[in-house]
């Protein structure tokens, strides 16, 4: 069985979407546990009008990303895990795909996706090839972890008891806490394989963390981090000397950062022409 791992917060706006693209799978063996971290606004009454017995919902109270997280492995019973934002959306066939390649690539402790992202009101156009190899072929994403965060987090596909091992997320993070799980892995001696075409969707808009306040210090975080995966995955000075181009790319402002993102988006595989 697959543990999908939903957290909410204020996500009135977007989680029936997220949760009708669970719904939706080829696969139906699977749970969605829905952890809902104080939401003020219509978010759990939403939820509670769905009529299925795989969703469970988890009123936890304003406990923070992280706990919610956590909360939630621990109330899974799935073979798998599976995450997903709510405000996101995956393809129908994310889970049927995602299982497969982990069947098939013992190796690997964890299956993502390629980046793929479409903005607010948008409804992203999933391609049209490439799912069936999606599932015979993984690139490992050690190199790429060294110089960004390549990985929706959405798109993560891991074994429970991989989850248990490593500890699940690091609770003392307020942010790029999936950023910081993938490095674990490493460091622990697994490894992370991401697909070749997309499964799951990333949805762009105003009221992410990113976007708000305090985005000095999540620029730093990041810079930290990124220096950690260097040198725990074997990083050289090309890495290091790269450090000050992607601080300086974090810093541009907003409006800047999502002209560049448009740009690397609609040359990838599903994007909107």
């Known amino acids: 069985m697959i543990s999908v791992l939903m957290t909410s917060y204020n996500a009135q706006d977007y989680i029936v979407d997220a949760v009708k693209s669970i719904l939706a799978q080829t696969d139906p ?24 017995s795989r969703i469970r919902l988890i009123e936890a109270g304003r406990i923070g990303l992280a706990r919610a997280l956590n909360l939630g492995v621990r109330e899974s019973r799935g073979e798998f895990i599976a995450r997903h ?13 995602q299982k497969a390649a982990m069947r ?23 391609p049209g090839f490439g799912l069936e190899k999606a599932r015979t072929s ?28 490593i500890r699940g997320y690091d609770e003392s993070r307020a942010s790029q806490l999936d950023w910081d799980l993938y490095v674990r892995l490493y460091e ?9 075409a997309p499964v799951a969707a990333k949805r762009i808009h105003a009221r992410q963390f990113f976007e708000r306040g305090a985005r000095l210090r999540y620029v730093f975080d990041g810079v930290v981090l990124q220096r950690r995966a260097i040198r725990a995955l074997g990083g050289g000075l090309v890495y290091h000397a790269l450090l000050p181009l992607w601080f300086a790319y974090r810093m541009l402002p907003h409006k800047v950062r999502m002209w560049v993102k448009r740009g690397y988006f609609s040359r990838r595989p599903g994007a909107r022409e």
């Open 29 to 52: 063996d699977f749970e969605c546990i829905i952890i809902d971290d104080g939401s003020t606004d219509d978010t759990i009454r939403i939820v509670k009008q769905f009529c299925d």
């Open 85 to 97: 934002d709510a405000d996101d959306l995956s393809h129908p066939r994310r889970f049927e795909i």
């Open 104 to 126: 098939r690539f013992p190796g690997y402790s964890a299956v993502v996706s390629p980046l793929y992202a479409f903005y607010a009101e948008d409804v992203p156009h999933w």
């Open 138 to 165: 993984l690139n490992d994403v050690r190199k790429k972890l060294m110089l960004f965060n390549p990985v929706v987090h959405t798109s993560l596909f891991v074994r429970r008891d991989v989850m248990e091992k």
């Open 188 to 196: 622990n001696g697994l490894r992370l394989g991401s697909l070749k």
